[in-house]
């Protein structure tokens, strides 16, 4: 008996279960709202059920129960909805004990794992020093960049998502549906009159984020190697409010080939932070861009237009369809607050203003080479993205 009650108390401890609850409430409104609705018209259909409505608005849930024997409408109101109630609790009972079960399996491997002192998955020993771990992030993942953009991963070709642009920038973004895993999207913005090096620092400058990104709740610098630029950060974003906040620990790096930028955030194991219910951790994250200058749109030759090629995917712990959706309908609010912070942080930039230590960190770059058969330089243009609104727009 104590112990049922003890899983019952860390049943309703969990946030899973309000963020299924509200879920479910979500997704029942639009349900009972057109049941509502039917009843209502059927009411006005038949006199005899006006005179019920009248009594029922005067007893309130009294109707419920004074309802003459025949009205089918109660009866089948309180089956479908004591059926709905049961399943929905015996799921939510279910999962919750398999998630019970598998973490009381996976507590001695995590716990022998730490007492034994040896470094996995690029994490920290237990005596928590700090390391240039040459693991974090490394040339696998600039190669997988690489393989992103050239459309060489062996996934579906790219589908035109949005095409805008303003006097001094340009916006374009397609998507890709994975058979397995998160929708990974790419997307090209041009900012006029901006140098490459101005946009990486603004990229890798989280004191600024805060001033153009109202998700970024908290940040912190974990870990940091001055010889190769290599960071480990703490980000904590704010969600809406029927879904908790989530918390990322991203590995980062900045390789330099041919005057552009390859600057490259993962979502790295970090046991110096252990996780919790609150913020919920994202563990699959990849964020990475290509930096470089082309020539402006304004056809007289000078380079002095940037260029940024983004591909991102994430698995942020939301269904996927209705993360699809956030995302197209706050894709161009979010570009437009991204460009209007780095206006200001270019406008912050002459007045000579001390740089945050992550601006400084992103001036540490890897200088790497191509070779001919990596040549990565230019952008790389898909059938998908030669046809009408889905090409890229020519800088000469």
């Not at 104590?2 to 299924?20: A, G, Q, R, V």
């Not at 459309?151 to 579906?156: M, Q, V, Y």
């Not at 001055?226 to 480990?232: A, F, K, S």
């Not at 790389?380 to 890229?392: A, I, L």
């Amino acid at each position: 008996m104590d112990e049922t009650f003890f899983d019952l108390m860390e049943f309703f401890k969990k946030p899973s279960i309000i963020e299924t609850f509200v879920d479910i409430l979500l997704c029942a409104v639009p349900i009972w709202l057109a049941v509502m609705i039917g009843l209502v018209i059927g009411w006005s259909w038949r006199p005899r059920w006006t005179g019920l409505v009248f009594l029922g608005l005067r007893g309130k849930f009294r109707f419920l129960w004074t309802a003459p024997p025949g009205f089918g409408a109660r009866r089948l109101w309180l089956a479908f909805t004591a059926l709905s109630a049961l399943s929905v609790c015996r799921t939510i009972w279910s999962n919750f004990k398999g998630k019970d079960r598998k973490s009381v399996l996976a507590a001695p491997a995590s716990s022998s794992g730490a007492n034994s002192g040896e470094i996995r998955d690029g994490s920290v020993s237990s005596a928590g020093e700090l390391e240039d771990r040459e693991d974090i992030v490394t040339e696998k993942d600039l190669e997988h960049l690489l393989q992103l953009l050239e459309g060489k991963d062996g996934r579906k070709e790219w589908q035109c998502m949005m095409e805008r642009s303003t006097s001094n920038m340009r916006y374009q973004a397609w998507r890709r549906e994975p058979q397995e895993g998160p929708t990974v999207y790419r997307s090209r913005t041009v900012f006029e009159d901006a140098t490459p090096e101005l946009v990486r620092d603004f990229f890798w400058d989280d004191e600024f984020r805060p001033k153009w990104d109202p998700m970024l709740a908290y940040f912190k610098i974990l870990e940091e190697c001055p010889h190769t630029g290599r960071m480990i950060v703490h980000w904590i974003k704010k969600f809406p409010f029927f879904c908790s906040d989530r918390e990322y620990i991203i590995g980062r790096r900045i390789w330099e080939a041919r005057k552009a930028y390859y600057c490259v955030t993962k979502g790295v194991p970090y046991p110096g932070l252990h996780k919790r219910d609150k913020p919920r951790r994202v563990d699959l994250y990849f964020s990475s861009w290509v930096i470089r200058a082309v020539e402006s749109r304004r056809g007289d030759g000078q380079m002095s237009a940037c260029e940024v090629t983004l591909l991102h995917y994430e698995d942020m712990g939301i269904p996927k369809d209705v993360a699809k959706l956030g995302v197209r309908h706050g894709m161009w609010g979010a570009v437009k607050k991204l460009h209007s912070g780095m206006r200001a942080y270019q406008n912050a930039r002459k007045s000579e203003a001390s740089l945050s230590r992550s601006a400084l960190m992103a001036r540490i770059t890897t200088k790497i080479s191509f070779d001919e058969g990596m040549d990565s330089s230019e952008p790389v243009v898909d059938e998908e993205d030669k046809k009408p609104g889905c090409r890229y727009p020519k800088t000469g």
